[in-house]
Protein backbone atom coordinates (compact mmCIF):
# COMPACT_ATOMS: atom_id res chain seq x y z
CA UNK A 1 0.00 0.00 0.00
CA UNK A 2 0.76 3.55 -0.02
CA UNK A 3 3.20 5.34 2.48
CA UNK A 4 2.33 8.10 4.78
CA UNK A 5 4.97 9.44 7.14
CA UNK A 6 4.50 11.62 9.95
CA UNK A 7 7.55 13.50 10.90
CA UNK A 8 8.25 13.94 14.05
CA UNK A 9 6.85 10.92 15.65
CA UNK A 10 7.44 12.76 18.66
CA UNK A 11 7.79 15.98 20.04
CA UNK A 12 8.35 17.49 23.99
CA UNK A 13 7.42 21.51 23.39
CA UNK A 14 7.10 23.89 26.29
CA UNK A 15 3.93 25.74 26.78
CA UNK A 16 3.39 28.68 25.05
CA UNK A 17 5.31 27.89 21.91
CA UNK A 18 4.17 26.46 19.14
CA UNK A 19 5.03 23.23 17.05
CA UNK A 20 4.92 21.89 13.64
CA UNK A 21 3.67 18.30 12.45
CA UNK A 22 4.67 17.57 9.06
CA UNK A 23 2.65 14.61 6.90
CA UNK A 24 3.72 13.84 3.51
CA UNK A 25 2.55 11.02 0.87
CA UNK A 26 5.74 9.27 -0.16
CA UNK A 27 4.33 7.61 -3.70
CA UNK A 28 0.93 9.01 -4.83
CA UNK A 29 -0.67 12.62 -4.84
CA UNK A 30 -2.87 13.09 -2.00
CA UNK A 31 -5.43 15.23 -2.66
CA UNK A 32 -6.88 14.77 0.33
CA UNK A 33 -5.81 14.96 3.89
CA UNK A 34 -7.33 14.36 7.57
CA UNK A 35 -5.71 15.26 10.68
CA UNK A 36 -6.97 13.55 13.89
CA UNK A 37 -6.54 13.57 17.65
CA UNK A 38 -6.74 10.82 20.03
CA UNK A 39 -6.92 10.81 23.24
CA UNK A 40 -5.44 8.07 25.55
CA UNK A 41 -7.96 4.67 24.64
CA UNK A 42 -10.04 7.00 23.06
CA UNK A 43 -11.21 7.24 19.34
CA UNK A 44 -9.56 9.03 16.47
CA UNK A 45 -11.52 12.29 16.43
CA UNK A 46 -11.42 14.13 13.39
CA UNK A 47 -9.88 18.06 13.56
CA UNK A 48 -10.41 18.79 9.98
CA UNK A 49 -10.19 18.00 6.43
CA UNK A 50 -7.84 20.04 3.53
CA UNK A 51 -7.68 19.62 -0.06
CA UNK A 52 -4.50 20.73 -1.68
CA UNK A 53 -4.43 24.56 -2.50
CA UNK A 54 -7.46 25.71 -0.06
CA UNK A 55 -8.31 25.90 3.42
CA UNK A 56 -9.09 23.27 5.75
CA UNK A 57 -12.44 22.20 6.75
CA UNK A 58 -12.01 22.54 10.24
CA UNK A 59 -15.06 20.26 12.49
CA UNK A 60 -16.70 21.83 15.10
CA UNK A 61 -15.15 22.58 18.40
CA UNK A 62 -12.33 22.77 16.76
CA UNK A 63 -9.92 26.12 16.87
CA UNK A 64 -9.04 26.97 13.54
CA UNK A 65 -6.59 30.10 14.70
CA UNK A 66 -4.81 26.78 17.51
CA UNK A 67 -4.60 24.11 15.00
CA UNK A 68 -3.08 25.46 12.11
CA UNK A 69 -2.99 23.25 8.74
CA UNK A 70 -1.35 23.71 5.21
CA UNK A 71 -1.51 21.99 2.55
CA UNK A 72 0.32 23.82 0.09
CA UNK A 73 1.40 20.47 -2.06
CA UNK A 74 0.15 17.27 -3.15
CA UNK A 75 2.49 15.46 -1.38
CA UNK A 76 2.34 17.39 2.08
CA UNK A 77 0.20 18.75 4.73
CA UNK A 78 1.50 20.84 8.01
CA UNK A 79 -0.60 21.20 10.83
CA UNK A 80 1.12 23.92 13.50
CA UNK A 81 -0.32 23.98 17.00
CA UNK A 82 -0.01 27.61 18.02
CA UNK A 83 0.50 28.52 21.60
CA UNK A 84 0.49 25.16 22.99
CA UNK A 85 -0.68 24.37 26.14
CA UNK A 86 -0.74 20.96 28.86
CA UNK A 87 -4.36 20.13 27.21
CA UNK A 88 -3.42 20.08 23.54
CA UNK A 89 -0.90 17.16 24.47
CA UNK A 90 -1.98 14.33 22.66
CA UNK A 91 -1.36 11.76 19.37
CA UNK A 92 -1.84 13.45 16.08
CA UNK A 93 -2.08 11.04 13.45
CA UNK A 94 -2.86 12.32 9.46
CA UNK A 95 -4.55 10.43 6.96
CA UNK A 96 -4.28 10.88 3.27
CA UNK A 97 -6.04 10.32 0.13
CA UNK A 98 -5.68 10.82 -3.52
CA UNK A 99 -9.16 10.85 -4.30
CA UNK A 100 -12.67 11.09 -3.23
CA UNK A 101 -13.63 7.55 -2.28
CA UNK A 102 -10.12 5.90 -2.24
CA UNK A 103 -8.59 4.22 0.35
CA UNK A 104 -7.25 6.37 3.37
CA UNK A 105 -3.68 5.73 4.31
CA UNK A 106 -2.33 6.70 7.72
CA UNK A 107 0.68 8.23 9.06
CA UNK A 108 2.40 6.76 12.34
CA UNK A 109 1.29 9.67 14.07
CA UNK A 110 2.82 11.92 16.52
CA UNK A 111 2.94 12.04 19.96
CA UNK A 112 2.97 16.06 21.51
CA UNK A 113 3.57 16.40 24.93
CA UNK A 114 3.45 20.41 26.67
CA UNK A 115 5.29 20.76 29.90
CA UNK B 1 -25.22 13.40 10.90
CA UNK B 2 -22.56 10.52 10.69
CA UNK B 3 -22.15 8.26 13.76
CA UNK B 4 -20.49 5.18 14.46
CA UNK B 5 -21.09 2.74 17.70
CA UNK B 6 -19.21 -0.27 18.41
CA UNK B 7 -20.88 -1.10 21.92
CA UNK B 8 -17.91 -3.05 23.18
CA UNK B 9 -14.50 -1.59 23.97
CA UNK B 10 -13.20 -4.83 25.15
CA UNK B 11 -13.42 -8.10 23.35
CA UNK B 12 -12.10 -11.06 24.66
CA UNK B 13 -11.71 -14.85 23.14
CA UNK B 14 -9.80 -18.23 22.91
CA UNK B 15 -7.89 -19.15 19.67
CA UNK B 16 -10.01 -21.04 17.39
CA UNK B 17 -13.34 -19.41 18.52
CA UNK B 18 -15.54 -17.40 16.59
CA UNK B 19 -15.52 -13.42 17.11
CA UNK B 20 -17.97 -10.85 15.97
CA UNK B 21 -17.22 -7.28 16.55
CA UNK B 22 -20.31 -5.34 16.56
CA UNK B 23 -20.62 -1.82 14.41
CA UNK B 24 -23.65 0.24 14.01
CA UNK B 25 -23.70 3.46 11.95
CA UNK B 26 -26.46 6.42 12.01
CA UNK B 27 -26.70 8.33 8.31
CA UNK B 28 -29.65 9.10 6.04
CA UNK B 29 -27.88 8.48 3.08
CA UNK B 30 -25.61 5.72 1.47
CA UNK B 31 -22.72 5.33 3.41
CA UNK B 32 -19.23 3.17 2.63
CA UNK B 33 -18.33 1.12 5.68
CA UNK B 34 -14.89 0.19 6.33
CA UNK B 35 -12.89 -1.57 8.97
CA UNK B 36 -9.79 -0.53 10.43
CA UNK B 37 -7.16 -2.64 12.56
CA UNK B 38 -4.31 -0.82 14.76
CA UNK B 39 -1.87 -3.70 15.42
CA UNK B 40 0.13 -3.30 18.55
CA UNK B 41 2.98 -0.27 18.00
CA UNK B 42 1.36 -0.10 14.45
CA UNK B 43 -0.44 2.54 12.42
CA UNK B 44 -3.74 2.37 11.84
CA UNK B 45 -4.41 -0.10 8.03
CA UNK B 46 -7.75 -0.56 5.94
CA UNK B 47 -8.76 -4.11 6.89
CA UNK B 48 -11.55 -4.26 4.43
CA UNK B 49 -14.47 -2.12 2.97
CA UNK B 50 -17.93 -2.96 2.40
CA UNK B 51 -18.20 -2.48 -0.87
CA UNK B 52 -15.26 -4.76 -2.43
CA UNK B 53 -17.08 -7.58 -0.63
CA UNK B 54 -14.11 -9.34 0.48
CA UNK B 55 -12.39 -11.50 2.74
CA UNK B 56 -9.05 -10.40 4.53
CA UNK B 57 -7.30 -12.78 7.08
CA UNK B 58 -10.42 -14.58 7.11
CA UNK B 59 -12.40 -11.65 8.25
CA UNK B 60 -15.75 -10.56 6.72
CA UNK B 61 -18.48 -8.22 7.31
CA UNK B 62 -21.79 -7.34 5.69
CA UNK B 63 -23.33 -4.25 5.31
CA UNK B 64 -27.15 -4.54 6.62
CA UNK B 65 -28.87 -1.32 5.60
CA UNK B 66 -31.78 -2.52 7.38
CA UNK B 67 -30.42 -2.61 10.41
CA UNK B 68 -27.51 -0.19 10.27
CA UNK B 69 -25.35 -2.73 11.07
CA UNK B 70 -21.52 -3.64 9.61
CA UNK B 71 -20.24 -6.43 11.98
CA UNK B 72 -16.98 -7.65 11.50
CA UNK B 73 -16.86 -11.55 11.86
CA UNK B 74 -14.23 -14.19 11.92
CA UNK B 75 -15.38 -18.23 12.35
CA UNK B 76 -12.13 -18.86 13.95
CA UNK B 77 -9.67 -16.51 15.74
CA UNK B 78 -6.06 -16.83 16.01
CA UNK B 79 -3.45 -14.86 18.05
CA UNK B 80 -2.30 -12.43 16.00
CA UNK B 81 -5.75 -10.82 15.43
CA UNK B 82 -5.07 -9.59 18.74
CA UNK B 83 -5.17 -5.94 17.58
CA UNK B 84 -7.76 -2.75 18.37
CA UNK B 85 -10.64 -2.51 15.22
CA UNK B 86 -12.55 0.73 14.28
CA UNK B 87 -15.35 0.44 12.16
CA UNK B 88 -15.53 3.50 10.05
CA UNK B 89 -18.20 5.07 8.01
CA UNK B 90 -17.98 8.01 4.82
CA UNK B 91 -20.59 9.50 4.00
CA UNK B 92 -21.32 12.14 0.88
CA UNK B 93 -18.51 14.63 2.19
CA UNK B 94 -15.41 13.24 1.94
CA UNK B 95 -14.46 12.76 5.91
CA UNK B 96 -14.00 9.70 7.62
CA UNK B 97 -15.79 8.66 10.87
CA UNK B 98 -14.55 6.59 13.73
CA UNK B 99 -15.88 4.67 16.52
CA UNK B 100 -14.39 4.31 19.56
CA UNK B 101 -12.86 1.07 18.48
CA UNK B 102 -13.04 -2.71 20.33
CA UNK B 103 -9.90 -4.15 21.55
CA UNK B 104 -9.97 -7.85 20.65
CA UNK B 105 -7.75 -10.46 22.41
CA UNK B 106 -7.52 -13.88 21.20
CA UNK B 107 -6.42 -16.01 24.22
CA UNK B 108 -4.22 -19.13 24.01
Known amino acids: GAVVSQHPSRVICKSGTSVKIECRSL??????MFWYRQFPKQSLMLMAT?????????EQGVEKDKFLINHASLTLSTLTVTSAHPEDSSFYIC???????????FGQGTRLTVV | AQRVTQPEKLLSVFKGAPVELKCNYSYSGSPELFWYVQYSRQRLQLLLR??SRESIKGFTADLNKGETSFHLKKPFAQEEDSAMYYCALQGGSEKLVFGKGTKLTVNP
Open chain 1, 27 to 32: DFQATT
Open chain 1, 50 to 58: SNEGSKATY
Open chain 1, 95 to 105: SARDGGFTEAF
Open chain 2, 50 to 51: HI
